[in-house]
C-alpha cells in the first residue's frame, strides 16, 4: 500500500496547543501540524468543523506566525452570528483537534530580504497577516524600513498591542502610528478617526520611495485605504490587498 503524500490542499489534524486572549473578541490558536510543510508571511489556512450529524462548514483564517515557528498561530475574532469562530473563540480548548489545510495563497506574501520600504495599512482583524510579516522580519533581522498604520475601533480592540510597542520600541526601522476611530482613552496620542488623506500623507512612505504595500481589513476599508494612496502618488501595481467582508465567520 502506498504512503499518503500530504501536499498544501490536504486536509490535516493539528493539536491545539495554547490559546492567548488577545482583546475580549479575538483570540490566538496555537496549533501543532506534524505534517506542516511550512508557509509564507501572508499566506492562510482552510479550517473545517464538521458537526455529529455530519454538517460541515470551513472558513480561511491568515497565519498569524512567522515561517521560523514550527508551530502554526491563527488569530481569531470571533462574530457573534458566525458558524466557526465562535467555536474557535469560546468553545476549544488545548489539545482539542482541529481540522485544516494549507498554505494558501501567494500573491498577498512578503519574504525578508526585498530592500524596498514596505508599508502595512490594517483595519481590525486585518492585522493578522501582516504581523506575520512583522515577525517574519524580526525573526531573521532584517532591517527593511516598515511602517504600520493600525485602525481599531477602540484601545481594547487593538490586537497584539503590547507586542507591537515592545518591537517598535526595540527597532527604530519599525514604525507604529494607530488610530482609534470610536473612542480613545485618556492620554491618547495616536489619531482619533478615520483614514484620510492627511494621515495618509503624514504616514506613508514618499511616492518616489517606490515602497511595496500591503492593505487588509474590511472590504471598505481597503478599498479606501487604496486610493488614499493612489492620491498619494502611488502606483497601484505597488499595492496588494487582502480584504474580508462583514460576515461569514
Known amino acids: 500500500m502506498g504512503r499518503l503524500t500530504v501536499t498544501r490542499l490536504t486536509w490535516q489534524i493539528g493539536e491545539v496547543t495554547d490559546i492567548v486572549q488577545e482583546t475580549p473578541k479575538v483570540a490566538t490558536l496555537t ?121 481599531s475601533r477602540a484601545f481594547e480592540d487593538v490586537i497584539y498591542r503590547e507586542e507591537l510597542e515592545r518591537l517598535a520600541a526595540a527597532d527604530r526601522t519599525l514604525t507604529v502610528a494607530q488610530t482609534l476611530t470610536r473612542s480613545q482613552p485618556a492620554g491618547w496620542t495616536g489619531y482619533a478617526r478615520r483614514l484620510d488623506r492627511a494621515m495618509m500623507d503624514e504616514v506613508a512612505w514618499p511616492a518616489q520611495e517606490g515602497p511595496q504595500v500591503f492593505i487588509c481589513g474590511p472590504t471598505s476599508f481597503v478599498e479606501a485605504a487604496a486610493g488614499l494612496l493612489v492620491d498619494h502618488g502611488y502606483d497601484p501595481r505597488w499595492i496588494k490587498t487582502e480584504r474580508f467582508g462583514a460576515t461569514g465567520g
Open 31 to 151: 496549533i501543532e501540524v506534524p505534517a506542516w510543510s511550512g508557509h509564507l508571511a501572508g499566506q492562510h489556512v482552510d479550517v473545517r468543523l464538521t458537526t455529529d450529524d455530519g454538517y460541515q462548514t470551513q472558513r480561511s483564517y491568515s497565519i498569524a506566525s512567522p515561517p521560523e515557528e514550527a508551530r502554526l498561530a491563527l488569530t481569531v475574532e470571533r462574530l457573534e452570528d458566525g458558524e466557526v469562530s465562535p467555536y474557535l473563540v469560546g468553545e476549544l480548548r488545548p489539545k482539542d483537534s482541529l481540522e485544516l489545510r494549507g498554505p494558501i495563497g501567494g500573491f498577498f506574501v512578503w519574504r525578508a530580504g526585498d530592500p524596498r520600504p514596505l508599508l502595512l495599512i490594517a483595519g481590525g482583524s486585518g492585522i493578522v497577516p501582516l504581523m506575520a510579516m512583522i515577525r517574519h522580519r524580526a525573526a531573521v533581522e532584517d532591517h527593511t524600513p516598515v511602517r504600520l498604520l493600525y485602525s
